[in-house]
């Protein structure tokens, strides 16, 4: 086909880094990208590019003017395995736990698509900075995305955390998919007891071997937090489009608020910890936990019959009904507005509550706080039973009511417990220079 | 009681704005707010104002230095139900529909709670600029606070700005609770066929007897575009949290972001219609229908059975298929990130789809387009017969899948219609401008 034809003339191998310049009637278009496999079905007149922005584009061959290589695959830094580098004295030490995800994946170029393929030590060799920053330990401890991210594995996380951090580390930094993150961050943050040194979790939107990686600056970054006075669980991914800084966010209140962009993770109701520059960490507040010498505990007795239901003009009472038939132990409501939920659901929440089930309540807006004394069915909600969990992201809310439905199911006992800020995870007061930034 | 005393010796009736001078330390306070009832169960000694963020504090009356009446209760307009005005010619005409919410709320001032209490009479009365602007025809059609809007109501509501605007009407204004306005939007947008003229939901984050209230400049700015040339379903309300201006957003693509704030309303993944001023109405972008002649058509079929199903780690597929066994016919899924959900969740939606459910997927990011092409999951998820729902707002998959399965349960046809822009829910393309703005 012309299409192999092509490629062996201008040398082209699959997962070169190319730029295409092509004829559109007067003008000439630049394309660079990724040359994928030709798909072994199409009739081959087209040379298909992978974009930066992830999409697949195919040109006419016979529009094609010119190709450069910019980048030969065969090239590319070998991201294998070789021996952990001797340890350097006066450097801080810090353990990398690949749990896969982005950060540590690559384009599989059958298909295009991105598989998890990196081992944490392959990651660790990718970006070569970190080892002049710390003693860098990289240990793979699962290879999934973070969509297959499952309660019980952040047990196994937690205490990896733990292990690292009583054996010495000055550190621990979680290389996780961005899908998640968020949740496990939250786990954590409730796990991991009398925490004494930092934990960052960081990832990435675009795959290591695009040349738009967010991932080499983001585990820098990663690496200075881990090594830094901040002993609090923590989210380091980029604060901007372009590589200017990270920002540091804490565990509980951040969020994934974008698909696709680099700067997609944004703390919510609260501002970050710190900006983190290529030179500098700018502390953004002085209201964090230092960090001190102590055992870190592992706390991670959770209940896993747990749900979020969001609330929805329409939605029936039914759902809530079949949860607490199922044996749920606790919900946790996205209201609309403070925290509301039709008048016909409540009857629902009644009977959930009377049955010993926990019903938190948190927001669909995201930002604010419920608030269920403003309305009478806000009223009529809290006199059934329900728990308004004040600032808290409805995905926290979730966490941390699993958390605390493993330390007790007396609803009194939950309810004190989800109002007790054990990480940060309700601002005390309004801030009002947080909305959407 | 101190307390009957108190506000007998400074002529104060509950309802009195005040400004209150108190004494703590060495210090002087100063609150504003209006005065609450004397609870009959406490023991006198502090008085009560409602602050203008909602909050109700008791000050010790022993410690107040100062109180001066800012407006007395008995002063304030009377919201009272007045003649119509005769039509003036050379105006515009609008009618505003009533549906209750804060708009039209006032604070009950035994209980401190806010009760949907005016008409839509009373409303435009209390805002008597609009009778400059346009001959003003209101009319109550329900009285809820919006958390009990329902799909049926939808219709109705429908019903009401067709013969409105058939019947000669220039432009149809809806006073709406802020809670689910953005779903009653979208509804609109789908169910207003061949819309001619403008349509405007509008509402307030506080209500109408707070100084601080919000649905003056907002009704004010809703008549603007209810006599626009934008024959949309559009949302009207504060662009930032001062009175400086309104923005005009497309009802398929607005959200409610904040739980209180004036602002709390933002257009994702799209940029607003137009800024509102006082004077005037910038207009931010040129693709929007024209006002025109011709009847609007209500199409007002739609499918109830269709839930939203948010995913989080943990989550167990029986959810999904207890809503296919109860003979829901569509579900839409707030995916992680690009629009995933963990892989032993996707039997369950292949069975959904053979059992003929139409799964949609959006992304719980809420800002970004959903993508499931580029991780091995997403594509097991499209295999599975997923439709992924671009850059929809997970709220207005949720009403369009309502309003297409009622015009069809060919999921090949569903698929279809879902993925072809009806009202601007679709963005073409994603725009790099409108995060988090
Ligand atoms: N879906 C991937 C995306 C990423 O890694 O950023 C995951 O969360 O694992
Ligand atoms: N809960 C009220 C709030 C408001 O009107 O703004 C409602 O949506 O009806």
Redesign the pocket.
Known sequence: RKIEEFMKKHGLEVGDLIRVIKRDGDELLTFEGLVMPPYELSPGETLTIKLDNGYNIGILIDAIERVEVLENAAEKPKMTFQEVLPRKEGLPNVTILGTGGTIASRIDYKTGAVHPAFTAEELAKAVPEIFEMANVTPKLIMNILSEDMKPEYWKRIAHEVAKALNSGEDGVIIAHGTDTMGYTASALSFMLRNLTKPVVLVGAQRSSDRPSSDSAMNLTCAVKMATSDVAEVMVVMHGETSDTYCLAHRGTKVRKMHTSRRDAFRSINDIPIAKVWKDRIELLRDDYRRRSEGEVEVDDRIEEKVAILKIYPGISGEILDFLVDKGYRGVVIEG???G?VPQDFIPHVERAVEEGVAVCVTSQCLYGRVNLNV?S?GRKLLKAGAIPCEDMLPETAYVKLMWVLGHTDDLEEVRKMMLTNYAGEITPYTRFDTFLR
């Open positions: 609309t507005g403070l509301h309305y069915n």
